[in-house]
């Protein structure tokens, strides 16, 4: 869901509730199709249970439901139900990662459908007492299925946009940050609980005042575009400026008590300069590629010590948003987001090796081949790119996160059940975090995304 109300905001996701590009709410698997390489490889079958069980219907008060119904787009969504046994066989790709660690190179546990459609799982482990599931998974440990969580699953605020209409009075005060980010866990137990928050939080904190307008976005008020106006952009101590992120992550990490993974996030250097730059949200971006790029410098090192602060007061992993990584063309990526990132990546890893670092980068299939360089732990796939040709370009020494397109929780149960499989039978049996390509968008059926979870979670590798 959208950071305040159902309100459209023209933009890409900025963090896990920021305002998304309208697009078509439902796609299939076909719009991404060109991109899948031909191989002869061929994965080894496996089965997975199914398990269609569905909670409550769960009515929790919405802010005002974004306008134009949804009923048609849904109602196209629907397909014959694809899964007719109880444990269909379903080819999983082999793909433990052999360059991660001698554990992870080991072949996936054995699996077998019993008379009733269970599924039982020889000697497969869980995320234990000192570890979440997502953490486990990260890292490449064997695990019984993969963890999931959604971004933007804290999309009900129930009547806090009614008490609470400003965004960031609701995301800098702890007891609403604290609520809204439990939302999900409490409905849903997701394997990951995000702070409710937003990637532009430490602009003031820089001498970059910001707000968030309804109906329109973000807007910096001063943007950047002399020379003076980048010399007052100062470092950002998130001790001083933001103490109730602080205090937010150590309630979450009591509250989940690695049930779940506490995550933090960032926004990456290029993606908080064009902003600034541009000041709010842009179409073409012309602004900050006529400065040449030139001030994700300004922004390196405040987002190393931001998610050192994040991770000190209880984050147990990260995620970086390059959300407008999908402007540079890769050579210009490689220049003017990549360098910066690996500086965060590196400075992180310094102090805080064991910290998993996420990377989401919108739009990202053509710049695949270089998110690893930038030393991350996970790349984060947008629902564009296919999740086998993802794995396959990646490499195996890094975990992946998706990729289910959002727009499929418009569909039929029985189609979101056929695109949660088809994506974790890609992804296989090892380091995969499931979520979707991108947020939940407005107006996302609470129904389906209690099913989305239903079923990721009663699946067994």
Excluded at 55 to 82: D, F, N, Y
Excluded at 119 to 143: F, H, N, Q, Y
Excluded at 344 to 371: F, N, Q
Aim: hydrophobic share 40%; charged share 20%; with cysteine.
């Amino acid at each position: 869901m959208t950071n305040s109300s159902a309100q459209s905001i023209r933009g890409p996701m900025r963090g896990p509730r920021g305002p998304t590009t309208i697009v078509d709410l439902v796609r299939t698997s076909a719009a991404a199709a060109h991109l899948i390489l031909k191989s002869k490889w061929a994965p080894p079958t496996h089965p997975f249970p199914i398990s269609f069980a569905l909670p409550g219907r769960l009515s929790p008060r919405r802010c005002p439901p974004q306008s134009g119904s949804t009923a048609a787009a849904a109602e196209a969504a629907r397909i014959p139900p694809a899964m007719a046994t109880a444990c269909p066989p379903l080819s999983l790709q082999p793909a433990y990662l052999p360059g991660r660690s001698a554990r992870a190179r080991r072949p996936p546990p054995a699996v077998r459908c019993s008379a009733v459609g269970e599924v039982m799982a020889e000697t497969a482990a869980v995320g234990t007492a000192e570890e979440p599931l997502l953490v486990s998974a990260i890292k490449g440990r064997k695990v019984e299925r993969p963890p999931v969580w959604l971004m933007r699953q804290a999309g009900s605020y129930q009547l806090l946009c009614e008490r609470h209409p400003s965004f960031r009075e609701r995301s800098e005060n702890v007891d609403l940050v604290v609520e809204i980010s439990l939302q999900p866990w409490k409905v849903f137990k997701p394997d990951g609980v995000i702070l409710f928050s937003d990637i532009l939080t430490p602009l003031p904190g820089m001498n970059i005042p910001f707000d968030i307008v309804k109906g329109k976005g973000p807007v910096i008020f001063d943007p950047l575009r002399t020379a003076a106006a980048v010399n007052e952009v100062r470092e950002f101590v998130p001790e001083e400026w933001v103490p109730y992120v602080g205090q937010a992550l150590n309630i979450l990490r009591e509250e989940v008590n690695n049930e779940a993974a506490v995550l933090g996030f960032v926004g990456a250097p290029f993606t908080l300069a064009s902003y600034c730059v541009e000041g709010g949200s842009s179409k073409n971006f012309s602004k900050i590629k006529k400065m040449a790029f030139s001030e994700p410098e300004k922004f390196t090192t405040s987002m190393a010590n931001y998610i050192k602060y994040q991770a000190d007061n209880g984050a147990q992993a990260v995620q970086i948003f390059d959300s407008w990584a999908t402007e540079l063309s890769p050579v210009d990526f490689e220049e003017f987001s990549l360098p910066y990132l690996k500086q965060i990546v590196d400075s992180v890893k310094e102090t805080h090796p064991e910290l998993p670092l996420i990377l989401y980068a919108s739009g990202s299939g053509g710049l695949l081949e270089r998110l690893p360089l930038t030393g991350v732990d996970v790349v984060s796939l947008d629902w564009t790119v296919d999740m086998a040709e993802g794995r396959k370009r990646l490499g195996s020494n890094i975990a992946v996160q998706g990729n289910v397109d959002p727009g499929v929780l418009f569909g039929s149960k029985e189609f979101i059940s056929k695109r949660i499989f088809d994506t974790v039978q890609k992804a296989g049996n090892s380091g995969h975090v499931l979520n979707l390509g991108h947020g939940i968008k407005v107006g996302t059926p609470e129904e389906n995304v209690a099913h989305f979870f239903e079923v990721a979670k009663g699946i067994r590798y």
